[in-house]
């Protein structure tokens, strides 16, 4: 209710096609659907809005009318507002997550599909992990797997986990 009064105090704020909030470790992470640019006046009240209402990081993306067939995992973002604090905690790894980064739509459905996969492959020695993104069962495997190859196409998240790894 609080984000949607922000957002009716908008000077345009049919500007804005959705909004997905992502809740993380230390708040939420926020990212703006625009149809155009939203403008300056607008960005400052929603930066605003962000740094005094635990949201951690708020960025926008614009996604005209012909760019609606393109993912917006594939579309320039735009960073507003990040008090960098946008990250997660996979086994004991601390994971910065890039904009845009995919993870499973509730922690309690994470954990039930962390468990299956840990269960049914802890007594391999080698797993390949295919769409890794940033490390979901990567992490939580090399508890119990000798040799894990983790693969990500998309170049955020495997630099997210390269370096969660690096620097942990």
Request: aromatic letters at 6%.
């Amino acid at each position: 209710p609080i984000l949607k009064s922000c957002i009716e105090t908008l000077k345009k704020p049919g500007r804005l096609k959705a909004i997905s909030l992502t809740v993380l470790d230390n708040g939420f992470d926020a990212i703006i659907i625009a149809r155009t640019s939203l403008h300056k006046s607008d960005r400052n009240k929603l930066v605003d809005f962000a740094s005094s209402n635990n949201i951690i990081r708020l960025s926008e993306y614009v996604q005209t009318p012909e760019l609606a067939h393109i993912p917006p995992s594939q579309l320039t973002t735009e960073c507003l507002y990040d008090d960098g604090k946008a990250q997660i905690n996979l086994a004991g790894i601390d994971i910065a997550l890039p904009i845009g980064a995919f993870l499973q739509a509730t922690l309690k459905g994470q954990i039930a599909i962390t468990n299956i996969v840990t269960e049914a492959l802890k007594e391999c020695s080698q797993v390949a992990d295919l769409y890794s993104g940033c490390g979901t069962y990567s992490f939580p495997l090399r508890q119990h797997v000798k040799n894990i190859a983790a693969f990500e196409g998309d170049e955020h998240m495997a630099l997210a986990m390269h370096n969660a790894i690096t620097n942990n």
